[in-house]
């Protein structure tokens, strides 16, 4: 049974960092494209930023240079380093597995806040 | 400001059938598939139709699927007290290279 599991969320100060992780079972990580989606309070979904199988990486403008996606083979694991963090960046992050070029199968959440 | 355009809102009473668009363009739609999730509250996205007008396994086929051109439609038919969600589309931006969102519409079964 494919499983995601996503940790790491909490409360961060503005300009703070953190990591997010999404543990994998089922299926190898490493095999399909997976990608971090977020949910602004009450907002609907945004993309964040995907991983490819081959390992190319691609984020939304409202992350990049501050947001890096990485995934760890050993551990079946994909992650979110998210740095410079803004209030605007509080939401619920979403890891998912692609299917047929999207995502398909999701994680639970975790919420990010970003507040003084 | 979603990339893919949606109502906001749509709603129905038990039994009968209604349709929510997706509207996109050339860089997404237009060229690439489409899905549909629905999102019960404080709960995650759940795929409701991949590849256009797939149902994974699980999914009634009460709900279906169409694209046209740079535009997407589900359609809900024999509509039930359950089927109050939120509602996004989908489909991949060549542009991003990414997924791109509609700004999803809530479903209301009156």
């Known amino acids: 049974e494919v499983q995601l599991v996503e940790t790491g969320g909490g409360l961060i100060q503005p300009g703070g960092s953190l990591r997010l992780s999404c543990a994998a079972s089922?299926?190898?990580?490493?095999?399909?494209?997976m990608s971090w989606v977020r949910q602004a309070p009450g907002k609907g979904l945004e993309w964040v930023s995907v991983m490819y199988s081959g390992g190319i990486t691609y984020y939304a403008d409202s992350v990049k240079g501050r947001f890096t996606i990485s995934r760890d083979n050993s551990k079946n694991t994909l992650y979110l380093q998210m740095n410079s963090l803004r209030a605007e960046d509080t939401a619920v992050y979403y890891c998912?597995?692609?299917?047929?070029?999207?995502?398909?199968?999701w994680g639970q959440g975790t919420l990010v806040t970003v507040s003084s | 400001q979603s990339v893919l355009t949606q109502p906001p809102s749509a709603s129905g009473t038990p039994g009968q059938r209604v349709t929510i668009s997706c509207s996109g363009s050339?860089?997404?739609?237009?060229?690439?598939?489409v899905n549909w999730y629905h999102q019960l509250p404080e709960t995650a996205p759940k795929l409701l139709i991949y590849s256009n007008s797939q149902r994974p396994s699980g999914v009634p086929d009460r709900f279906s699927a169409s694209k046209s051109g740079t535009s997407a439609s589900l359609a809900i038919s024999g509509l039930q007290f359950e089927d109050e969600a939120d509602y996004y589309c989908a489909s991949w931006d060549d542009s991003l290279n990414g997924p791109v969102f509609g700004g999803g519409t809530k479903l209301t079964v009156l």
């Open positions: 050339s860089s997404n739609i237009g060229s690439n598939t």
């Open positions: 089922g299926f190898t990580v490493s095999s399909d494209y």
């Open positions: 998912a597995r692609h299917l047929a070029g999207l995502p398909g199968h």
